[in-house]
């Protein structure tokens, strides 16, 4: 069928039809986080932000980093392995990077921007303003570095392993800028 032939509602299709309650309320929320000034300017990704730091903050008080990391290895094996496959298959690396960034839901949804150029991705830590805040008040002692070094890092190339391929992960960057490369 060509364009011309492709009634109009599915050539413009969102990916939204059928479930446009939900995407009402998906907005609300985020208008409501936005609208959120108490103690700082919230953003839309707060929750998810703060969900991680309490899960590290839990590792860090318990001496439990490698357990952590292994869970959390293992728990998205399935996945990579599944990724890997397809770069096997299809012999293109460039899915190992829109699999850890472009098309993956639990990266997008935390780190809002993320710039893609062949073989790299460069994005900001996303723990910075709410680790600014809530270290203020006692509620974490993490710091961007110790999760980059001890979270970030090792849970790529954990991910990396799992499909067969190799990454690298750029040091700690004051500015809280991370790049992820292809190492072939």
Not at 103 to 121: F, I, M, S, W
Not at 164 to 179: A, Y
Request: charged share 25%; with cysteine; glycine share 8%.
């Amino acid at each position: 069928m060509s364009k011309d032939q492709v009634p109009p509602a599915q050539l413009y299709a969102s990916g939204i039809e059928g479930r446009e309650a939900e995407f009402g309320q998906s907005v609300a929320i985020v208008i409501r986080s936005l609208q959120n000034k108490s103690h700082y300017p919230h953003e839309g990704n707060d929750a998810l932000v703060k969900m991680h730091l309490v899960a590290l903050q839990f590792a860090k008080n318990h001496d439990l980093w490698e357990e952590f990391l292994a869970h959390d290895i293992a728990t998205m094996e399935v996945v990579n392995r599944r990724l890997g496959k397809l770069v096997r298959d299809s012999g293109d690396k460039e899915h190992v990077m829109t699999g850890l960034t472009d098309d993956n839901t639990c990266h997008y949804q935390l780190v809002y921007d993320t710039h893609a150029e062949p073989g790299k991705r460069i994005w900001k830590s996303p723990y910075g303003r709410v680790l600014d805040v809530s270290r203020r008040i006692g509620q974490f002692d993490l710091t961007e570095q110790e999760i980059h070094e001890r979270y970030t890092v090792p849970r790529l190339l954990g991910y990396a392993r799992a499909m067969g391929v190799k990454i690298k992960v750029s040091p700690w960057q004051d500015d809280g800028m991370i790049t992820l490369e292809l190492d072939e």
